[in-house]
C-alpha cells in the first residue's frame, strides 16, 4: 500500500462513531486534525495511546487541533471503549477497513510467527484545507501525542 506523504491530499471518508453518527475528513476543514488509525480498542497499546490523546485534547484544542481515532472495531465496541477511559473524542468504525487502506495503513503483521492481515499503527497531522502535515507510519502509542507536538511547534 503506497504510503500518503506531507503535501498530498488527505483521502475523504465518512464513518460511524462511537455514538453512530457519522463523521466525515469534510466536517474538518478550517480546522487541523490529528488523526490516528490503532488496531484493537481495549487493548494495552491502544489504551495508551487513547489515553495519551485524550489527556492532550486541551493542549490540542489551544493549537487549533482535533483528534479523531479509527480502527477496524464495531461502533458499539469504540462505545465501550470510550465509556471505560472517558477519552471524549471521536473514535471512528471502519470494519471494511476502506479508510485504512487509503491512508496506506492496512498490511501485513506478524505476531508470534504467524502473518496476517491489519491496521499497522500509524497517525497524520492533517491542515486545514485537509492536507497531509505529516505522517508517522508504524508510530509507538506513546509517541502519537509528542510527535504530533513537535510538529506545531
Do not use: H, M
Given at each position: 500500500m503506497a504510503k500518503l506523504v506531507s503535501g498530498t491530499k488527505a483521502p475523504g471518508f465518512a464513518l460511524p462513531d462511537q455514538s453512530g453518527k457519522t463523521v466525515k475528513l469534510s466536517d474538518y476543514l478550517g480546522k487541523k486534525l490529528l488523526l490516528y488509525f490503532y488496531p484493537?480498542?481495549?487493548?494495552?497499546?491502544?489504551?495508551?495511546?487513547?489515553?495519551?490523546?485524550?489527556?492532550?485534547?486541551?493542549?490540542?484544542?489551544n493549537l487549533g487541533v482535533a483528534a479523531v481515532g479509527?480502527?477496524?472495531?464495531?461502533?458499539?465496541?469504540?462505545?465501550?471503549?470510550?465509556?471505560?477511559?472517558?477519552?471524549?473524542?471521536?473514535?471512528l468504525s471502519d470494519p471494511d477497513h476502506t479508510t485504512a487502506e487509503a491512508y496506506g495503513v492496512w498490511g501485513e503483521k506478524s505476531m508470534y510467527g504467524k502473518k496476517f492481515m491489519g491496521i499497522i499503527r500509524?497517525?497524520?497531522?492533517?491542515?486545514?484545507?485537509?492536507?497531509?502535515?505529516?505522517?508517522?507510519?508504524?508510530?509507538?502509542p506513546k509517541k502519537t501525542v509528542p510527535e504530533a507536538m513537535n510538529a506545531l511547534k
Open positions: 484493537k480498542a481495549n487493548t494495552s497499546g491502544c489504551t495508551t495511546q487513547a489515553n495519551s490523546v485524550r489527556d492532550a485534547l486541551a493542549e490540542l484544542a479509527i480502527s477496524p472495531d464495531s461502533p458499539q465496541e469504540q462505545k465501550k471503549f470510550d465509556d471505560k477511559f472517558g477519552l471524549g473524542f471521536p473514535l500509524s497517525s497524520f497531522l492533517i491542515d486545514e484545507k485537509g492536507k497531509i502535515r505529516n505522517a508517522w507510519y508504524k508510530i509507538s
